[in-house]
C-alpha cells in the first residue's frame, strides 16, 4: 500500500535560518501507523509535522531539498495552542467543527453529519451550541481536534495536542488514536508528553538537530 | 530600589468568593492559608477555580467577599505592580509578555521595573538552559523555550512568594528538569511556592497537595 | 463602544444584509442632502435606528465622541471663520452660511457615524460570513471581513492579559507623559509580536481545513431572509436613488 508519507535525504531550512531544521530525513509513515516523533526543543519534531503535510515549504516558506511524496488523500494538523486554530467565524462549536468539510462544498447534511460524528469522537456534542470564544482551554482544544477528525484525514498531525488539557482529558485523547489508526489513519504526534503518546504509539523516531538518531519501538525512546 | 523582602511569606486566602459576571461562582467561599516557605500544588480539573484564586494573590481579581494577605500585606489595598515586589507570578501562557530585543533583556525587565540587581540574570539563564540564547531575539526561540523564558524573567526578580500555573506543561524533558530543579531550589531555600500543575511527578515533588473543585477547596 | 454587541433586537434578527443596507442608506443619503434641516432629520432617523437596535445610549455616546473633534474643526473653518452675513452669538460673530454648512457637514457626518455604529453593534459578524457564504462570496473575502470586524475585541482581550503580565512583573501605569511613553514598548510589542506569531498557525490551521480549497463554502447555518427584507433593500436603493434624482433635479432649476 502506498505510505500516507515518504520522505528520502529531506532537508529542510527555514527562510533566513543558519542551519537546517531536517537534515537528510528519511521516513516512511504508512497507513494505519501512530508515530511518535520525540525531541528537545528545536531538534525539529515540529518541523517535521508541517514537512510531512506539505505544510512546508509551501505555506511557511523556506527551502525543501530531497524526495517527498505524499500519499494521503487529505492531511490533519493539530497545535499546542488551540486559540490560535479557531477560525474565529463561528459562532458555536457546530459551526466550528463543520468548517473544514463546509470549505469543500460538500452537502450541508453532509457537512452535519461528520461534524457530529467528529464531535461524538471527541464526547464534545454536549457543547455543539457553545460559542467557542467561551470554553476552558481544554475544551478548546477538543473542540480543535474535532475539526481536523471532520475531515476524516488520512493523515493527523498532532504537536503536542494535549498540552491545554487536564489529565483525565488528555488521557482520553491518547485514547482516542488507536482507533483512528485501525480505521487508517496514520498519525504522526510529536510531544514532550512521551508517557502518553508511547502508551498507545506503534513505533517511535527520535530527532535530534534535525536528523533521525533512533527509528523503533517507542519503548526505546521513553528510556 | 524597592527592598527585597524576607524570604517566604504566608498567604492567606479568607473566606473568598467571586463570580464572572452574572454566571456561576469561580471560586465560593475558599479559606487557605499557605505557610511561609511552604510549597504547595494546586490540582483539580479545569474551571475548579485555581486560577481565579491565585490571581487573587496578585491583585488582579478582587474578591467578591473575604479577603486576601501576602505577608503583612492586604492585598485588596496593593495594586499587581506593588505586588511583584513579594509575588512572582508566571502565567499559564506566560510567553505573551515577552517583547525585548533578547532573551537576557526581558528577563531582566522585571528587576530593572523594581529598582533590584540585574546580577541574577546570566546564572539563571545557566540555570534555565537558556544561556544559548541570551542575544537572541524572544520569537525567534521555540515557543516551549519562550515559556521558560517567562518563568526566568519572574525568577529574576527574586520573589519572596512564587506563583505558577502550568509550569512544565508542554516543556521537553530537558527543560522540564531544569524548571523542576529551579523551582525545588528556591523551595528550598525558603521561598513560598505555590503550583496549578497537571503534570503528576512535579505535584508529587511539592510539599503539599490542594484540591479544588467546584469553586471550593476538596482536600488540603 | 465599537463592535458586536449581543442582543435579540430586531436590527440583531434582521438578515445581516438588511442591517448594513440600512446604514447604507444613511451614508448615501447624507450626501443627497444639503439642507440642515434634512441632514437634521436623517440623524434622527439613524438615531431611531439605534434605539431599534437597543443600542441608543452607547451608539450615541460613542458617536458623539468620534464627531466632536469633526464638529469643532468645522466650527473653526465656517461659522468663525466663513463668509457673511454675519450674527451675533453673545460675544461671537458666527457666519451665517457658514452655521448653515457646518450644520449640513456635521449633521452627515454625525448620521453615518451613528448609523454605521449601531449596523457594526447589531451585525453579528458569524452571521455576515454565513450570509455572504450563502450567496457564494469567496471565502478569502469573507475572512478579510471577519477579521476587521473581530479583531478588535481580540486585540483588547490580548491587551488585557499582556497589561496584568507586565503589571506582574512591576510595570506601574500612570504617572507622568514621559512614564507612560516608556510603558508604550512593554504593553504595545508583545501585542503586536504575538498577534503576528499567531496569524502564521492560523494561516497553516486553516489550510489544512479546506480555506483555499477554492470550492464553493457551504452555508452551514445561513441567517433567514424574507421577502419582506428584501423588498426593504430594494426600497432602500429606490429611496437613495430617488434622493439623488431629486438633488440633482434641484440643482438644475
Known amino acids: 500500500m502506498t505510505p500516507r508519507v515518504s520522505l528520502v535525504g529531506v532537508t529542510f531550512t527555514y527562510p533566513g535560518a543558519d542551519r537546517a531544521a531536517l537534515a537528510g530525513v528519511t521516513l516512511d509513515i504508512g497507513a494505519g501507523e501512530i508515530v511518535v516523533v520525540a525531541g528537545a526543543a528545536g531538534a525539529g519534531a515540529s518541523t517535521l509535522l508541517l514537512v510531512a503535510t506539505g505544510l512546508a515549504p509551501r505555506l511557511v516558506g523556506g527551502t525543501l531539498a530531497g524526495q517527498r511524496a505524499i500519499g494521503a488523500r487529505r492531511c490533519g494538523i493539530v497545535f499546542a495552542r488551540p486559540w490560535t486554530q479557531l477560525t474565529g467565524l463561528c459562532s458555536t462549536v457546530r459551526d466550528e467543527v463543520a468548517f473544514g468539510p463546509a470549505s469543500y462544498g460538500l452537502p450541508r447534511e453532509t457537512v452535519l453529519a461528520a461534524a457530529e460524528r467528529a464531535m461524538q469522537r471527541l464526547g464534545i456534542a454536549h457543547l455543539a451550541a457553545r460559542d467557542p470564544a467561551h470554553l476552558s482551554g481544554g475544551e478548546l482544544q477538543r473542540v480543535v481536534v474535532a475539526s481536523a477528525l471532520a475531515l476524516e484525514p488520512d493523515l493527523l498531525a498532532l504537536d503536542d495536542p494535549a498540552a491545554e488539557l487536564d489529565p483525565e482529558a488528555a488521557d482520553a485523547l491518547y485514547a482516542m488514536l488507536p482507533q483512528l489508526g485501525r480505521a487508517g489513519t496514520a498519525i504522526l504526534i510529536a510531544t514532550p508528553d512521551l508517557g502518553r503518546a508511547t502508551a498507545v504509539a506503534t513505533r517511535a523516531v527520535q530527532l535530534e538537530q534535525g536528523r533521525i538518531v533512533r527509528d523503533g519501538s517507542p519503548a526505546e525512546v521513553e528510556a | ?220 | 463602544m465599537i463592535g458586536y454587541v449581543t442582543g435579540r433586537s430586531p436590527l440583531h434578527r434582521a438578515h445581516p444584509y438588511t442591517t448594513l443596507a440600512l446604514a447604507g442608506a444613511v451614508l448615501l443619503a447624507a450626501f443627497a442632502m444639503t439642507e440642515p434641516r434634512t441632514v437634521w432629520l436623517l440623524v434622527l432617523a439613524a438615531a431611531a435606528l439605534a434605539a431599534v437596535g437597543g443600542v441608543l445610549r452607547s451608539s450615541v455616546r460613542t458617536a458623539l465622541l468620534l464627531s466632536l473633534p469633526i464638529w469643532a474643526l468645522l466650527f473653526v473653518l465656517y461659522a468663525l471663520l466663513g463668509a457673511d452675513p454675519r450674527v451675533a452669538f453673545g460675544p461671537l460673530s458666527l457666519s451665517s452660511p457658514g452655521i448653515a454648512r457646518a450644520l449640513v457637514l456635521g449633521g452627515r457626518v454625525t448620521a453615518i457615524v451613528l448609523s454605521f455604529l449601531t449596523a457594526l453593534a447589531t451585525t453579528s459578524p458569524h452571521r455576515l460570513v454565513e450570509a455572504m457564504t450563502a450567496r457564494g462570496v469567496p471565502f478569502g473575502r469573507t475572512f478579510l471581513l471577519a477579521s476587521t470586524l473581530t479583531i478588535l475585541p481580540r486585540m483588547r482581550e490580548r491587551a488585557a492579559q499582556i497589561l496584568e503580565a507586565q503589571q506582574c512583573r512591576g510595570l506601574r501605569l500612570g504617572g507622568s507623559v514621559l512614564a507612560r511613553l516608556r510603558a508604550l514598548g512593554p504593553l504595545a510589542l508583545p501585542l503586536i509580536l504575538g498577534a503576528l506569531a499567531e496569524v502564521d498557525e492560523q494561516v497553516l490551521a486553516l489550510d489544512v481545513r479546506g480555506a483555499a480549497a477554492g470550492a464553493r463554502r457551504t452555508a452551514v447555518d445561513p441567517p433567514p431572509d424574507s421577502q419582506i427584507q428584501r423588498a426593504l433593500r430594494w426600497s432602500l436603493l429606490l429611496l437613495v436613488t430617488a434622493a439623488y434624482a431629486w438633488k440633482f433635479w434641484s440643482m438644475r432649476g
Open chain 2, 1 to 220: 530600589m524597592t527592598p527585597v523582602p524576607a524570604v517566604g511569606l504566608q498567604v492567606v486566602w479568607q473566606d473568598v468568593r467571586f463570580a464572572y459576571g452574572a454566571g456561576a461562582a469561580a471560586v465560593r467561599g475558599v479559606s487557605l492559608s499557605i505557610g511561609a516557605g511552604e510549597s504547595a500544588a494546586l490540582v483539580g480539573p479545569n474551571g475548579a477555580g485555581k486560577t481565579t484564586l491565585t490571581r487573587m494573590a496578585m491583585g488582579l481579581v478582587r474578591p467578591q467577599a473575604g479577603h486576601v494577605t501576602v505577608g503583612d500585606w492586604d492585598v485588596a489595598e496593593r495594586r499587581p505592580d506593588q505586588m511583584a515586589s513579594r509575588v512572582g507570578y508566571v502565567f499559564q501562557h506566560a510567553d505573551q509578555q515577552l517583547f525585548a530585543r533578547s532573551v537576557a533583556q526581558d528577563v531582566a525587565f522585571g528587576p530593572r521595573r523594581l529598582g533590584r540587581s540585574e546580577a541574577l540574570v546570566p546564572p539563571l539563564l545557566e540555570e534555565l538552559g537558556l544561556a544559548g540564547y541570551a542575544a537572541v531575539h524572544p520569537y525567534d526561540v521555540p515557543a516551549p523555550v519562550r515559556k521558560v523564558v517567562a518563568l526566568a524573567g519572574v525568577l529574576a526578580m527574586a520573589p519572596a512568594v512564587l506563583i505558577l500555573d502550568e509550569p512544565t506543561a508542554g516543556l521537553d524533558r530537558e527543560f522540564r528538569s531544569r524548571v523542576v530543579s529551579a523551582v525545588r531550589g528556591r523551595s528550598d531555600a525558603g521561598v513560598t511556592v505555590i503550583a496549578i500543575s497537571h503534570d503528576r511527578p512535579f505535584i508529587r515533588s511539592m510539599g503539599r497537595v490542594v484540591e479544588m473543585r467546584d469553586g471550593q477547596i476538596a482536600g488540603g
